[in-house]
């Protein structure tokens, strides 16, 4: 099959080839130009999911090593002297990542109709656009040159997105946009040299640049680091890893998401919360439980420690924010936690109550529950950053304080808030309850006493959170906004697309549990065979 004959290939290609091709319309058919694109990408993800669905059924949407659908073909090939470098054009989807692929084209779609009205809008739009086909690239890619190259290519339209359409409000002796748009792309170019430097370690000592075989050929023997003897799996999954706790963002990497968030534009927060913030946590899965997951074992009690810390900073900071924005960005550390919790509990040997830390079973809930909670908080935290920008659009402000009884005025947006709200805390019904029941039911057989702190830690979410609702719409109405508008038919397109969303997935969440766990099965057999 040639490069363009892959339905993945367009995947890519689709909205590159919206955000040149919009350049060439005047500005009123632009933005149908990029929405056309952007609702094109999304059509040909669903036509691959129900595709595969029938032709394999709900469980057949594979793993790394039974692909349902790939193009894997020569790109780069050089050899000089006793030296060969190859690297594969390598894209394929799974149970794993396609729900991730899914998940971009949606938000990009509803960011580019949210995105409709703002200045120079030409170019937002095809940045936008940029955007979801680098990390189309990182979901797919499966050769670790080509995930390296996606990596960074994301950086470029996120950085001018935040840099030129962020907040002018000043930061630090400068606008807040430049200081923000430096402090993301330092920090994530600082986690992708280590990222580097641990697949040319993993390259040199294997030969190969192939997902597929590296999960199959895993890396043994020790080496010395400092005078230090680590074994080769964990040194290659630390130096890896680290691109990914920035991403993610792990404690203490995580300075850069409030600053981004505070300044970035609406569509963009949508966009770095829930889909920019996944591709560490695939990362964590897709690369190091999957290519190292003897230095992930080794690792686990740690991370069990950090996502504990994530968990509970993420809440408590979240309690003493002023602005709307700041909170539920915070929160996203809080709730990216649950992630490396049920990572953690996955991977490790456990320290729980219960006899050898637990089953394979319960390890593969507790994978499986992280990797919903990627998708859960994806269109929750999406929905919440959404009615963030409606409310700021219209009032100019983010500042909780300075509102009161607003729902009176915004009836509709004040619902859809406060439904977006419980559905982060995770009421049950909605996305949110789902994900986190999985991980921490399962998490409390592996690693007891951490679970046990982040559960009843979760009660500092429903504080902020409905501290937030409360004073914000609900309360004595504040005269100053007698004026407020409720929010637009286009606005609400994609508030009501993921609350509708939100409520399926927490009603009937098997089709989904039952497409991510077919994927999981062989990194958690693999994991567990090399712990034992």
């Known amino acids: 099959m040639s490069i363009f004959g892959s339905d993945l290939t367009w995947i890519i290609l689709l909205p590159v080839l919206g955000g040149i091709i919009l350049y060439a319309f005047p500005t009123k058919w632009a933005r149908?130009?990029?929405?056309?694109?952007?609702?094109a990408t999304f059509v040909l993800s669903m036509v691959i999911f129900f595709r595969i669905l029938s032709a394999n059924g709900i469980t057949g949407f594979g793993s790394l090593q039974h692909l349902p659908d790939f193009i894997n073909t020569s790109w780069i090939n050089v050899t000089e002297g006793n030296t060969h470098f190859q690297v594969r054009y390598f894209l394929g989807v799974d149970g794993l990542s396609l729900?991730?692929?899914i998940l971009n084209a949606l938000l990009t779609m509803l960011t580019v109709i949210s995105g409709w009205k703002r200045d120079n809008v030409k170019n937002y739009l095809a940045l936008l656009l940029f955007l979801e086909a680098g990390v189309m690239g990182v979901f797919m890619a499966l050769d670790i040159f080509l995930f390296f190259l996606a990596w960074e290519v994301e950086l470029i339209p996120m950085f001018l997105l935040i840099g030129i359409w962020g907040s002018t409000a000043e930061k630090h002796g400068m606008p807040g946009?430049?200081?923000?748009?430096?402090?993301?792309?330092?920090?994530?170019?600082?986690?992708?040299?280590?990222?580097?430097a641990g697949f040319v370690?993993?390259?040199?000592?294997?030969?190969?640049?192939d997902m597929q075989y590296l999960s199959t050929h895993l890396i043994g023997g020790t080496t010395s680091v400092f005078g230090i003897s680590i074994t080769f799996q964990l040194l290659t999954f630390l130096l890896v890893f680290m691109a990914f706790a920035?991403?993610?963002?792990?404690?203490?990497?995580?300075?850069?998401?409030?600053d981004a968030h505070t300044d970035a534009p609406t569509e963009v927060s949508v966009l770095l919360a829930g889909i920019l913030l996944k591709m560490g946590a695939y990362g964590l899965i897709r690369v190091c439980f999957a290519l190292f997951p003897g230095g992930l074992a080794q690792f686990a009690g740690w991370l069990a420690v950090i996502a504990v810390i994530n968990i509970i900073y993420g809440a408590a900071i979240c309690l003493v924010q002023k602005d709307m924005k700041k909170l539920?960005?915070?929160?996203?550390?809080?709730?990216?936690?649950?992630?490396?919790l049920g990572v953690a509990a996955a991977a490790g040997a456990g320290n729980g109550i219960f006899p050898a830390g637990g089953s394979e079973a319960f390890r593969q809930v507790a994978l499986t529950g992280a990797t919903l909670q990627m998708f859960s908080h994806g269109i929750i935290t999406g929905l919440l950053f959404f009615c963030v920008g409606v409310i700021y659009d219209k009032a100019h402000t983010r500042e909780i304080a300075i509102f009161g009884g607003v729902a009176k005025r915004m009836p509709m947006l004040g619902t859809l808030f406060t439904f977006a709200a419980l559905a982060s805390l995770g009421l049950p019904g909605l996305a949110g309850f789902v994900a986190e029941y999985m991980v921490f039911t399962s998490s409390f057989r592996i690693w007891t006493i951490p679970t046990i702190i982040a559960v009843f830690t979760m009660i500092l979410t429903a504080a902020y959170l409905l501290w937030m609702i409360k004073r914000v719409f609900f309360g004595p109405f504040n005269p100053k906004w007698s004026w407020l508008p409720d929010a637009s038919p286009r606005e609400l397109i994609p508030l009501f697309a993921l609350a509708a969303l939100i409520v399926f997935v927490g009603i009937y969440p098997a089709p989904l549990l039952d497409v991510i766990s077919s994927s999981l099965q062989p990194i958690i057999h693999s994991a567990v065979t090399m712990i034992k």
Do not use: D, E, N, Q
């Open 32 to 39: 149908w130009v990029a929405l056309l694109a952007s609702a």
């Open 99 to 101: 729900p991730m692929v």
């Open 177 to 196: 946009r430049i200081y923000s748009a430096w402090k993301f792309l330092l920090y994530t170019f600082f986690g992708s040299i280590f990222m580097l």
């Open 201 to 209: 370690l993993l390259y040199f000592k294997v030969g190969s640049t």
């Open 246 to 258: 920035v991403k993610i963002p792990m404690f203490p990497f995580h300075t850069w998401l409030p």
């Open 328 to 340: 539920i960005a915070y929160s996203s550390v809080s709730h990216m936690g649950i992630i490396l």
